[in-house]
């Protein structure tokens, strides 16, 4: 079992942009496709980015398309969350998850994550 340690989340205004990190345990980081969801007030965690183990695929909810960015550097084995233009209907908590299965194409399904971070909140105001 990894453990994943998440940054401080933070406050932000509309407009403004923040970024997340999260820090894997274990020397297999490279291997995992990792992934971010978000729980938004009063509604279910929902898929925000994945990336390849590689770094060289990622896809996004619609809803943060062109606006997020997610990487990874394998040598620091973190993956990021870059968050621009933020809206106040991103105030939720985020969560990175890893998928310790090796080599597998990345999900927007959460059950195929068997790790998780401890969470951090985002706050957005208008």
């Known amino acids: 079992q990894v453990q994943l340690i998440e940054s401080t989340g933070g406050l932000a205004q509309a407009g403004d942009s923040l970024r997340l990190s999260c820090t894997v345990s274990?020397?297999?980081?490279?291997?995992?496709?990792m992934a971010w969801f978000r729980q938004r007030p009063g509604k279910e965690r929902e898929f925000v980015a994945n990336i390849m183990w590689n770094g060289k695929r990622a896809d996004y909810a619609d809803s943060v398309l062109g606006r997020f960015t997610i990487s990874r550097d394998n040598a620091q084995n973190t993956v990021y969350l870059q968050m621009n233009s933020l809206k106040p209907d991103d105030t939720a908590i985020y969560y990175c998850?890893?998928?310790?299965?090796?080599?597998?194409?990345?999900?927007?399904?959460?059950?195929?994550?068997?790790?998780w971070g401890q969470g951090a909140q985002v706050t957005v105001s208008s």
């Open positions: 998850a890893a998928d310790s299965m090796p080599w597998r194409i990345p999900s927007r399904n959460q059950r195929e994550y068997d790790s």
């Open positions: 274990g020397r297999t980081f490279s291997r995992y496709a």
